[in-house]
């Protein structure tokens, strides 16, 4: 069936970087996108989320892009600190009328003091 | 304190045995989800219930059970049908709303013995 993917499965950067995560989409019906941060041995937070509606919506040291024309969803945090080290997931309504979400398979952000 | 509650935090089981994960909100939920996470994978959708009595499968639902007889509560048996048992199991809730988050428990560690 269609997924969600991730570019780059690790990304290394040092602190106070911007880091920026990238994920392709490839379900052209999906309208609504978030993404989630995972601590090891930890359930998924929420992070920020954008409807097909939108292009960028920006929320503390966050922001998220979507560009519809080639189905590319990234995620831009501002200033990393080591607490955001983690494994981010981009995720897609999966069902139309339903509200389940299909996730990608992760990228480590590994941030460096 | 308002969330989701799994239990327990780590799970043994033996082989041909099967044993059940419990799930619990306090959120006023009316969808209730189980996801399984394999190490350095996304996550994939076992089951979802939009409201109580009622439950679909997700994309892989083969060897494992579900019930919803209260809004609180979406408990996950792993049946002895369930030949690769092994992953950390997340239970999720929403309001059911389409394009809306999922708020998410801490995790269930599944092993065999």
């Known amino acids: 069936g269609e997924s969600v993917g991730l570019h780059l499965p690790t990304l290394s950067v040092q602190e106070g970087d911007n880091s920026i995560i990238n994920c392709a989409y490839s379900?052209?019906?999906?309208?609504?996108f978030i993404w989630y941060k995972q601590e090891s041995g930890k359930g998924p937070q929420f992070i920020i989320d954008i409807r097909s509606n939108m292009d960028k919506r920006q929320g503390q040291r966050v922001t998220v892009l979507l560009n519809k024309t080639v189905k590319h969803l990234s995620l831009q945090i501002a200033a990393t600190q080591p607490g955001d080290s983690a494994v981010y997931f981009c995720a897609e309504n999966s069902r139309s009328g339903y509200s389940t979400l299909t996730f990608g398979k992760g990228t480590m952000l590994l941030v460096s003091p | 304190d308002g969330g989701i509650t799994q239990s327990p935090k780590y799970l043994f089981r033996k082989e041909g045995q099967n044993v059940t994960l419990s799930c619990e909100q306090n959120?006023?939920?009316?969808?209730m989800y189980w996801y399984r996470q394999d190490p350095g994978q996304g996550l994939r959708l076992i089951y979802y219930?939009?409201?109580?009595?009622?439950?679909q499968k997700g994309d892989i639902a083969e060897g494992y059970s579900v019930s919803r007889e209260k809004k609180e509560s979406f408990p996950l048996t792993v049946t002895s049908a369930q030949k690769n048992p092994t992953a950390f199991y997340l239970c999720?809730?929403?309001?059911?709303?389409?394009?809306?988050?999922?708020?998410f428990g801490s995790g269930t560690q599944l092993s065999v013995l």
């Open positions: 379900n052209s019906a999906s309208d609504y």
């Open positions: 219930s939009q409201i109580v009595n009622d439950f």
């Open positions: 959120l006023n939920h009316d969808a």
């Open positions: 999720a809730s929403s309001s059911g709303q389409i394009n809306e988050k999922l708020f």
